[in-house]
């Protein structure tokens, strides 16, 4: 069974940093593309980054708002997916959702339940 | 980011079919026909209900169908049932220059 578990959300100061971890079981991160989708409280979804396989080189992808300040990684022995935030701003403020995206498709298929962060002074 | 356009709410009653218009341009919803939706219960992840426009994954009942014309995609459910009730968002693939996905606003629907 596929699962994804996010960890790693909590309150941080502007400016500060965090780093969210997303454990998977049922597949392998390394040979999957994952990523990041965020809800901001009461709003709607917005992507946020994408990591391809290592097989298709590993490419990295980023939302203009993240990019330079986001970093998403995978640690292939855990099977974790990660997404080290640096500068966070108040409107980074959301739930962030680990997803995997299908190989050969443009669509998520399955999601985390979701880890809070919170910028806040 | 510029999100698609969705309505912001729809109804209907019990047994009832209703339709929710995703709307995008030419370099989304236009240029691919990768558009999926998925439904959000409160508190809840999203749930995959449709994708490349159409497609419904295993498991997923078959009154939820997709359809695309132009710029625009449309999420169909038929039968409505209580459980239904949920948040609706669309998405698709994008050439926009700063970002690969792009999510509509989403869409509550109040089963009456």
């Known amino acids: 069974e596929v699962q994804l578990v996010e960890s790693g959300g909590m309150l941080v100061q502007p400016g500060g940093s965090l780093r969210l971890s997303c454990a998977a079981s049922g597949f392998n991160v390394t040979t999957s593309y994952m990523g990041w989708v965020r809800q901001a409280p009461g709003k709607g979804l917005e992507w946020v980054s994408v990591?391809?396989?290592?097989?298709?080189?590993?490419?990295?992808f980023y939302v203009d708002s993240v990019r330079g300040r986001f970093t998403i990684s995978r640690h292939n022995s855990k099977n974790t997916l990660y997404l080290e935030m640096n500068s966070l701003r108040l409107e980074d403020t959301a739930v962030y959702f680990c997803?995997?995206?299908?190989?050969?498709?443009?669509?998520?298929?399955?999601w985390g339940q979701g880890s809070l962060v919170t910028v806040s002074s | 980011q510029s999100a698609l356009t969705q309505p912001a709410s729809v109804s209907g009653s019990p047994g009832q079919s209703i339709t929710i218009s995703c709307t995008g341009t030419?370099?989304?919803?236009?240029?691919?026909?990768?558009v999926s939706w998925y439904q959000q219960h409160p508190g809840k992840a999203p749930k995959l209900l449709i994708y490349d426009v159409d497609n419904r994954p295993s498991g997923v009942s078959n009154r939820f169908s997709g359809s695309k014309s132009g710029n625009t995609a449309s999420l169909t459910i038929s039968g409505l049932q209580a459980e239904d009730e949920a948040d609706y968002y669309c998405s698709s693939y994008t050439r926009h220059l700063n970002f690969d996905w792009v999510f509509g606003g989403g869409t509550k629907l109040t089963v009456l």
């Open positions: 990591i391809y396989s290592a097989a298709t080189g590993g490419n990295t």
């Open positions: 997803v995997r995206k299908v190989v050969l498709g443009y669509y998520f298929d399955y």
């Open positions: 030419s370099d989304d919803v236009g240029a691919y026909n990768y």
